[in-house]
């Protein structure tokens, strides 16, 4: 096992994704790069956060060190990456980040398990649809994302959820989210589903961030007043 530091952060490699392009990344230091940016420029003392898509815990560590590890829940859908999101977590000194295991679904999904395809790099995992089967998926927890946002109430999400997120902006989230911060996968859906992103968030009262946004990093941020 390796561990690289970035941001004052150190971060764990489990041994499997030795000599991978995910190595490569830490080793250069620009491993989830756009997301670190956007939490450090955003993120607040005390600031409910949840981050979906917790991958190796760089970003999970990054937003409990700014806003306090309490006030984190990291979700992570990659059974492999679990364990390793902990061990990041846990070599930082933040045990008390709430990660959770589990995809989160759209809010049309309503069985308790969802199939999930891990992939060879964790962050080519994704959601398999109803229906169809590949011999490496595994079962997962499913975690709608209303019921999500209603339950821990976070002021700043963040998502990387490998194309997932065309199904997570079908109607208006809640006033109590100010900031939405997401990676965008062009290559997993057409251009209409950004356009569903854009517009959804602008019904729940938030615009373009230019601060949080980076390439196919897409921030939002709350109009004041909406």
Same mark, same amino acid.
């Given at each position: 096992?390796?561990? #690289?530091?970035?941001?004052?952060?150190?971060?764990?490699?489990?041994?499997?994704?030795? !000599?991978?392009?995910?190595?490569?990344?830490?080793?250069?230091?620009?491993?989830?790069? %756009?997301?670190? %940016?956007?939490?450090?420029?955003?993120?607040?003392?005390?600031?409910? *956060?949840?981050?979906?898509?917790?991958?190796?815990?760089? /970003?999970?560590?990054?937003?409990?060190?700014?806003?306090?590890?309490?006030?984190?829940?990291?979700?992570?859908?990659?059974?492999?990456?679990?364990?390793?999101?902990?061990?990041?977590?846990?070599?930082?000194? #933040?045990?008390?980040?709430?990660?959770?295991?589990?995809?989160? *679904?759209?809010? !049309? %999904?309503?069985?308790?398990? $969802?199939? #999930?395809?891990? !992939?060879?790099?964790? @962050?080519?995992?994704? =959601?398999?649809?109803? !229906? /169809?089967?590949?011999?490496?998926?595994?079962?997962?927890?499913?975690?709608?994302?209303?019921?999500?946002?209603?339950?821990?109430?976070?002021?700043?999400?963040?998502?990387? $959820?490998?194309?997932?997120?065309?199904?997570?902006?079908?109607?208006? @989230?809640?006033?109590?989210?100010?900031? $939405?911060?997401?990676?965008? %996968?062009?290559?997993?859906?057409?251009?209409?589903?950004?356009?569903?992103? *854009?517009?959804?968030?602008?019904? =729940?009262?938030? =615009?373009?961030?230019? $601060?949080?946004?980076?390439?196919?990093?897409?921030?939002?941020?709350? *109009?004041?007043?909406?």
């Amino acid at each position: 096992m390796r561990v #690289f530091t970035i941001n004052d952060i150190a971060i764990e490699l489990p041994d499997w994704l030795e !000599g991978t392009a995910i190595e490569e990344k830490l080793a250069s230091g620009d491993y989830e790069g %756009h997301e670190a %940016h956007a939490a450090l420029q955003r993120i607040k003392p005390g600031m409910r *956060v949840l981050e979906v898509g917790a991958g190796l815990g760089y /970003v999970s560590s990054i937003c409990a060190k700014l806003a306090g590890p309490a006030a984190v829940v990291s979700i992570e859908a990659n059974p492999r990456m679990v364990e390793a999101a902990k061990a990041t977590l846990k070599r930082n000194g #933040f045990e008390d980040v709430l990660l959770e295991h589990g995809a989160v *679904v759209g809010n !049309g %999904h309503h069985d308790a398990m $969802v199939n #999930f395809r891990a !992939g060879t790099l964790f @962050w080519g995992g994704a =959601t398999l649809p109803n !229906g /169809v089967e590949k011999e490496d998926m595994v079962p997962v927890p499913a975690l709608r994302i209303r019921p999500l946002l209603m339950e821990f109430r976070p002021r700043f999400v963040m998502l990387d $959820v490998e194309g997932g997120e065309a199904d997570l902006f079908k109607k208006p @989230w809640p006033p109590f989210v100010k900031f $939405v911060v997401l990676e965008l %996968h062009p290559s997993k859906y057409d251009t209409s589903v950004i356009k569903e992103i *854009v517009d959804c968030m602008s019904e =729940t009262g938030l =615009t373009y961030d230019p $601060v949080t946004s980076r390439g196919r990093t897409l921030g939002f941020r709350r *109009v004041p007043n909406a």
